[in-house]
C-alpha cells in the first residue's frame, strides 16, 4: 500500500463548477501539506501549502486538511479551463523539501 | 527572470550510453533536487544537495550520479546501469521549503 493514494482521474467537469480533488494518506505523522498543479509537459507549481490541521484559502482555492481521517483536499471554486492540469498532493514530517513523498497525481480536464 | 533551467528538454539515448541531464538555478537557492516522475507513479527523488560540494542519495539513486561544484549548478548523469531510463526528470531548488521546479527533461532510451 502506497503511504499517499490520490485518485488519477482524469476528472472532467464544465467551466463554472466546484471541484473536489482529494487524497489519502496512511502516516499519521505527516504535518505539512502541500497541492501542486503540473500542466503537460511542464514542472509543478505550488499552489498550496498548509500546516497541521484546518482550511486555507487563496482566491478560487482552498486546501482542506483532516488529519484524524487522514484525509486532505484542494476546492477549486468556479473552475476554468485554465485549470485543466494534474494536481500533485505531497506531503512531509518535518517540512523539509528532502522529505516529501507526493502522491500520483490528479488530471482535471475543465471543459468549455 | 529567476528560475530553474533544465536542459535538454528532449533526450535520446540509446541502451549503454551514459548522459547528463543539465540544471541551473538563478534563485539563490542552498538545496537541489532531482525527481524522476513516470506515469501512474508520484514523483520520486534521486538525489538532492543541500550545500555545494555535498549530496545525498534519495530513493532511487542506484544508476544515477550527481555533483554539486557550484552553487547554481547540479547535473544528473543517467548511466548504462539505470536499468529503466526513460522517464521524464525534473530539478527543483528550495530557498526555506517550498520547492520550485524546472520545465523537465524527457529522457528516451531507445
Known amino acids: 500500500q502506497k503511504e499517499v493514494e490520490q485518485d488519477p482521474g482524469p476528472l472532467s467537469v464544465p467551466e463554472g463548477a466546484i471541484v473536489s480533488l482529494n487524497c489519502t494518506y496512511s502516516n499519521s505523522a505527516f504535518q505539512y501539506f502541500m497541492w501542486y498543479r503540473q500542466y503537460s509537459r511542464k514542472g509543478p507549481e505550488l499552489l498550496m501549502y498548509t500546516y497541521s490541521s484546518g482550511n486555507k484559502e487563496d482566491g478560487r482555492f482552498t486546501a482542506q486538511v483532516d488529519k484524524s481521517s487522514k484525509y486532505i483536499s484542494l476546492f477549486i471554486r468556479d473552475s476554468q479551463p485554465s485549470d485543466s492540469a494534474t494536481y500533485l498532493c505531497?506531503?512531509?514530517?518535518?517540512?523539509?523539501?528532502?522529505?516529501?513523498?507526493f502522491g500520483t497525481g490528479t488530471r482535471l480536464q475543465v471543459t468549455l | 527572470d529567476g528560475g530553474i533551467t533544465q536542459s535538454p528538454k528532449y533526450l535520446f539515448r540509446k541502451e549503454g550510453q551514459n548522459v547528463t541531464l543539465s540544471c541551473e538555478q538563478n534563485?539563490?537557492?542552498?538545496?537541489m533536487y532531482w525527481y524522476r516522475q513516470d506515469p501512474g507513479q508520484g514523483l520520486r527523488l534521486i538525489y538532492y544537495s543541500q550545500i555545494v560540494n555535498d549530496f545525498q542519495k534519495g530513493d532511487i539513486a542506484e544508476g544515477y550520479s550527481v555533483s554539486r561544484e557550484k552553487k547554481e549548478s547540479f547535473p544528473l548523469t543517467v548511466t548504462s546501469a539505470q536499468k529503466n531510463p526513460t522517464a521524464f526528470y525534473l530539478c527543483a531548488s528550495a530557498g526555506t521549503g517550498e520547492l520550485f521546479f524546472g520545465e523537465g527533461s524527457r529522457l528516451t532510451v531507445l
Open positions: 534563485l539563490n537557492h542552498d538545496a
Open positions: 505531497a506531503m512531509s514530517k518535518t517540512g523539509t523539501a528532502s522529505k516529501l513523498t
